[in-house]
T-cell receptor, first 111, second 112 residues
């Protein structure tokens, strides 16, 4: 299997919360990241969490980390149509400077 | 705007040709990373440079090479191009701890 796994699609209604999930395999992961990818705009770093934390909140974004289960989630509150994009999860292992990315979850927000 | 500049945005070429992709990192960043994104492979790490020296190598083909110049800009050279090399190529830069990587908007390469 892949080192970082995400489901491919998520569809939500505008105004609802979105929860995007990610699982990773390496227990030595030190940093875990969420990036947003829109067409023609590259990858935008949304937020990241250090492995000694279990939660981080930044405005509408909440990141939850379960180290035991190697599970990371990104919750977007009050999802808007402008949040429609691909969200990529990434991990960086201890001793490495190279993030490994999941394939991304395509978030579709409909009215 | 991430501060990372990639040129060109689009490149169309033929099989067997050679192309050069260029990246200017954010001001002050010493590290440059190259990634390839394709539908079947996702985002794959190719190579990393730090202050002019190669630091890490990923799934980079022998037909591909890169370098980082004294002014810290980097170039990725792709030669003997094949149809399967068609992809989005990203450059990213990071600071001394590389805690955060900032990505450029990518170069879309189409090999016909």
């Amino acid at each position: 299997g892949e080192d970082v796994e995400q489901s491919l699609f998520l569809s939500v209604r505008e105004g609802d919360s979105s929860v995007i999930n990610c699982t990773y395999t390496d227990s030595s992961s030190t940093y875990l990241y969420w990036y947003k990818q829109e067409p023609g705009a590259g990858l935008q770093l949304l937020t990241y969490i250090f492995s000694n934390m279990d939660m981080k909140q930044d405005q509408r974004l909440t990141v939850l980390l379960n180290k035991k289960d190697k599970h990371l989630s990104l919750r977007i509150a009050d999802t808007q149509t402008g949040d429609s994009a691909i969200y990529l999860c990434a991990e960086r292992r201890e001793g490495s400077y190279i993030p490994t990315f999941g394939r991304g979850t395509s978030l579709i927000v409909h009215p | 705007d991430s501060g990372v500049t990639q040129t060109p945005k689009h490149l169309i070429t033929a099989t067997g040709q050679r192309v050069t992709l260029r990246c200017s990192p954010r001001s002050g960043d010493l590290s440059v990373y190259w990634y390839q994104q394709s539908l079947d492979q996702g985002l794959q790490f190719l190579i990393q440079y730090y202050n002019g020296e190669e630091r890490a190598k990923g799934n980079i083909l022998e037909r591909f090479s890169a370098q980082q110049f004294p002014d810290l800009h980097s170039e990725l050279n792709l030669s003997s191009l094949e149809l399967g090399d068609s992809a989005l190529y990203f450059c990213a830069s990071g600071g001394s701890t590389n805690e955060k990587l900032f990505f450029g908007s990518g170069t879309q390469l189409s090999v016909l």
